[in-house]
Structures are given as C-alpha cells and as structure tokens.
C-alpha cells in the first residue's frame, strides 16, 4: 500500500503542535481498495462470516458448514459470501458440488493496518 510520509504541523517555535494521525496518507487506488472492504464489512452478517473464516482451524469452510452459524438461509450465506468475495477479503474453491471459502491474510492485514495508529 503506497502512502507519502507527513509530519505535524510546526508551531510558531518549530516544535510540532500535534502528532499526525496516521504515518502517511493514503494513495486514491489504496483508500478506494479499502472503502470497499471496509463497506463489505459494514453488514453484521458479513462481518460475523469473516470472523467465521478466519478462525477456522482447517484455513477453509464449506458455504453449507456456514448457514447454521449464522441462522440465515444458504441463498443469503451465498449472496454475503459473494460480495466479500467480490470485495477482496475471501477467495472460493470449488470441490465437487461445494464450494469452500478462505480469508485473504494480506487483505485482512492492509485493514489492520489502515486502522493502526502512527508510532
């Protein structure tokens, strides 16, 4: 993720005033790659189904293994599924009949480390 470094603004003595927000500011492509994962995100249902996926012992999980978690219909678990899949957080395999879904680590890493503060 490309960024330009900034500093905090100097007061009249040169010392800064306040530390910056963040180490450096987000490139357009970046901030755009982010704002439609974090939108992905911002339906609970969404957001429980990549913390389903991330914990998940075996790495991957069958669409059908995540219905009953959620209480929602398989048609709703898939239609979730495809716009984090759209949205970059989560690849899908085919096998046989079934498909089985993973979290992309280094997507789920670039939020983490959108929201971390600046040192």
């Not at 978690?69 to 970059?88: D, F, N, W, Y």
């Not at 899908?92 to 971390?116: C, Q």
């Amino acid at each position: 993720m490309a960024r330009t470094g900034r500093s905090a603004a100097p007061k009249a003595d040169g010392a800064a005033c306040c530390a910056p927000v963040c180490a450096e500011v987000l490139q357009t492509r970046d901030a755009e790659s982010l704002a439609t994962q974090f939108a992905a995100l911002a339906d609970p249902v969404r957001l429980r189904l990549l913390g389903l996926l991330a914990t998940d012992d075996a790495g991957a999980v069958c669409a059908c293994d995540l219905v009953e978690p959620l209480g929602r219909s398989q048609p709703t678990v898939s239609h979730h599924l495809k716009v984090l899949t759209e949205a970059g957080l989560v690849t899908s395999e085919r096998r046989g009949r079934n498909i089985w879904y993973a979290v992309v680590p280094a997507a789920v890493e670039a939020l983490r480390t959108a929201l971390a503060p600046a040192r």
